[in-house]
């Protein structure tokens, strides 16, 4: 007797919760017969696409295809490249690697702020592990961490070396000249 009251009860529990929830469904995405999409800008056709996950945040590659423009390319929404002027046989790869690529940090540094941007240049196909002035004009900029003396440090898989970091717009920009792995590390502070 006391098992089918247990039943009974659990019974009215769950009916509870059902009637409670309503039409209202818990769930990741929207259902199939759920289409509250809000189409800004796309054609008809890219609220069709299946792949077109609406309201779903879609992050900059890690991997940017090879630069030969120029233009403004994000790696991985750390470091921002500013492509001014690329000669027409230079290529530029750039990528976002974990800070455990590294071998330490710079002697001046206290700790890295952003991501690790690799960037490589290439001449004719050919690595090339400098860029003149004729061959190209290309910044990397990192957004400026508040109440920090930063700097952009890269590395050439022999040595660091400091670029001269300018603040523009909340930007810590540098010449990027070289191939390299590129940070933006703290300096200590001054007394």
Known sequence: ???????????????????????????????????????????????????????????????????????????????????????????????????????????????YLAGVCNLAYHLSGKPLPDLTSEQGTVQICFAQVPNTTSQIYVFDGETWTALDTTLNNGLECALATKTGKYVLVTQPTQP
């Open 1 to 111: 007797m006391g098992k089918i009251i247990r039943w009974i009860i659990a019974g009215f529990l769950l009916l509870g919760v059902l009637l409670l929830a309503g039409n209202q469904i818990a769930a990741a995405g929207n259902l199939p017969w759920q289409n509250n999409t809000v189409l800004q800008g796309q054609s008809a056709s890219a609220a069709l696409d299946p792949a077109n996950k609406p309201g779903t945040v879609k992050p900059p590659p890690v991997v940017v295809p090879p630069i030969t423009a120029p233009g403004n390319y994000s790696v991985g929404g750390v470091c921002t490249l500013l492509v001014e002027q690329l000669s027409a046989d230079v290529t530029l790869h750039a990528n976002l690697l974990p800070f455990n690529v590294l071998p330490g940090k710079p002697t001046a540094a206290t700790r």
